[in-house]
């Protein structure tokens, strides 16, 4: 896949302003970002549901205006809503969505088989969809994108709404897909997501590709090897915001409620913090993630 000065116009209003990338087969390549970054309406013109505004996009060697349907035949998503009917049963709703690409009901019949006992759902083939836990109906929606057995799985917040547990699970069959050779694409806002499942991703913002490497490349490009997160009381932010300057960090942010200091060793600027006579309400020290990058680039966090 190839995209070169990507643009998407909704009238006056520019979702992607003009963005480049490769994705190479076998990997999983990410869009990380806040709401309103550009992911989804990237995500979609890669899904050949809404042709671009201008630039040129080659996705299975296609393209997406003049083979859309030849290129839709070999692409499974996963929209960021699920989209099963509640009406049918969990079989069925895989049964229906093959027929959807002209697909043989023996094929069919023993793809759901297979699909069913991937993502942990053979015992609940035969119940509706209704009652099951939000992770089961997100599997299932994994499932169903996998029937047409596509060269690229496009998944836009695949785990949004999860509890950690079900994420994990998700997480799981995902990297199974991707050991298997199916190409991942997805947008996600949760830095742990991105750094678990991407080979390498795009950051997103406005529109715009703001950096682009795997996660190691970035955080270690765009932030220190750990963060100090000290909290003060609302009384003592001020002068403690003051002091720390004083101590020459490598680089602070200040959020609703927190102080951010970029350090190569955490620990050892604690003990200078200390040592300036200044007392947090509370203290943590740990590795930079994928979220500090973005409020480097930014000056926004993931979750705005």
Known sequence: MRARGLTKRF??????????????????????????????????????????????????????????????????VVPQEDTLDSE???????????RYFGLPRKLINERTDQLLDF???TERADDMVEPLS??????????RSLINDPDILILDEP?????????????????????????LILTTHYMDEA??????????????????????????????????ELRFAPDQRDVAVEKIKDLSPERTELTADRMLIYAADGDEFLKRVRLAGLTPLTELVRRSTLEDVFLHLTGRTLVD
Not at 134 to 143: D, F, N, P, S, V
Not at 164 to 174: E, G, I, Y
Not at 205 to 216: K, L, M, Q, S
């Open 195 to 228: 750094e678990q499942l991407c080979d390498r991703l795009v950051v997103m913002d406005h529109g715009t590709i703001a950096a682009e490497g795997t996660p190691r490349e970035l955080i270690d490009r765009y932030s220190t090897p750990e963060v100090l």
């Open 134 to 143: 939000g992770g089961m109906k997100r599997r299932l929606t994994i499932a």
């Open 159 to 183: 785990t949004t709404g999860l509890d950690p547990q079900a994420r994990h699970v998700v997480w799981d069959r995902l990297f199974t897909l991707k050991q298997r050779g199916v190409t």
């Open 119 to 121: 993502v942990q759902l």
């Open 11 to 76: 009238g006056s209003f520019t979702a992607v302003d003009g963005i480049d990338f490769d994705l190479f087969r076998g990997e999983a390549f990410g869009f990380l970002g806040p709401n309103g970054a550009g992911k989804s309406s990237t995500m979609r013109m890669l899904g050949c549901v809404s042709p671009p505004t201008l630039g040129e996009l080659t996705i299975l060697g296609g393209n997406p205006v003049r083979d859309g349907a030849a290129i839709r035949a070999r692409l499974g």
């Open 88 to 98: 049918l049963s969990v079989r069925e709703n895989l049964l229906v969505y093959g």
